[in-house]
């Protein structure tokens, strides 16, 4: 399993930063994928790689220590957990997400490696963090 941490100190009440995270639709979006969709507990991303459009779906999963996570349900990956945690500082909250996945093997190759699935994911979750600091800052 590889794993990708991206974490952002916002000087933002923690309250709006939380609420920020549970709209879900919006939040998704604010990562730059190309489409979501939020239909109750079940996500449905696509997002060009490259020249290849990786189709997700995601269920939304009880963790009790987490704002938000969700694993994969369908797509590209043998398996995928994404959780993110809050934790108050002495100026706001530090917003840590976490990505663990590991790619199907027939998959990993010309179409795909981790390092582009690592510097993509990267990319939207610090998109995700700018849109915090933007909506909560």
Do not use: H
């Not at 957990?81 to 840590?96: K, Q």
């Amino acid at each position: 399993m590889r794993t990708v941490t991206v974490t952002r100190e916002l000087d933002a009440d923690p309250d709006c930063v939380r609420a920020a995270i549970l709209d879900v639709s919006e939040f998704m979006r604010a990562g730059g994928f190309d489409d979501v969709t939020v239909d109750g507990d079940v996500v449905t991303l696509a997002n060009s790689v490259g020249l290849v459009t990786i189709e997700l779906v995601l269920d939304v999963v009880d963790d009790p220590d987490a704002v938000l996570a969700y694993e994969q349900r369908d797509g590209v990956f043998e398996e995928m957990v994404t959780r993110y945690d809050l934790a108050e500082t002495a100026d706001g909250v530090e917003v840590r997400a976490t990505t663990e996945f590991a790619l199907q093997a027939r998959l990993v190759g010309p179409l795909l490696d981790a390092t582009v699935i690592d510097r993509q994911r990267r990319v939207e979750l610090n998109a995700q963090f700018d849109s915090l600091a933007a909506r909560c800052e």
